[in-house]
């Protein structure tokens, strides 16, 4: 069963750091891959993206404060957070992607999506 498990959640005040991990049990080494999130009330939103040919693309909001980049031979998807604020309180989830053929291609949108992870909460505080 493929499998994606994110880890590194937790609580941290604002202003802070924090570095999310997602571990994947078979190989991802192929696919797209993303961090998304879902606030409370909120509708699920893309945050960051990475391609299989290494480019990367973000969210506007956040893209001076986060970071997303894989480790192939670990099987691991990182999402480096600085500069953390209270509406960046949300579940974060990894995502895999098989769907679209193309070595750059990148996407904030789920439905380019088919693998999920369930989730790792962050919560930033004032």
């Known amino acids: 069963q493929v499998q994606l498990v994110e880890s590194g959640g937790g609580s941290v005040q604002a202003g802070g750091s924090l570095r999310l991990s997602c571990a994947y049990h078979?190989?991802?080494?192929?696919?797209?891959m993303g961090w998304f999130r879902q606030a409370p009330g909120q509708e699920r939103e893309g945050v960051a993206s990475?391609?299989?040919?290494?480019?990367?693309g973000y969210k506007h909001s956040v893209s001076s404060r986060f970071t997303i980049s894989r480790d192939n031979a670990e099987n691991t998807l990182f999402l480096q957070m600085h500069y953390l604020e209270p509406e960046h309180t949300a579940m974060y989830y990894c995502a895999a992607g098989s769907l679209r053929p193309w070595r750059a291609f990148i996407s904030l949108d789920q439905t380019d999506y088919n693998m999920w992870g369930q989730g790792t909460k962050v919560t930033v505080s004032s």
């Open positions: 990475i391609a299989r040919a290494g480019n990367t």
């Open positions: 078979h190989d991802y080494s192929s696919d797209y």
